[in-house]
């Protein structure tokens, strides 16, 4: 029976770009959120337009980026979709 043999150095490198992913994905999430709460602000106050889309703009672009990277996550998962 072969013996199983870990390669160290590429499973660090795996750990720190899914590290790096996972950080990257919360902070725009994060800035979704903000985007989010700059709206419900504007909103209460009464206030510009211009400042409402932009939260508006801010909030869609994060949530968007979000949903392609677990989109791209799902595409690198699944088996059938390589095929």
Known sequence: MAAITINWSDLAKVAEVSLAFAVGIVAVFALGILGL??????????????????????AGSCFALCAAATGFGIYLLVPQFHS
Not at 37 to 58: F, I
């Open 37 to 58: 709460s700059r709206l419900e602000t504007v909103r209460s106050a009464q206030t510009r337009t211009g400042a409402r889309a932009g939260g508006l703009l801010v």
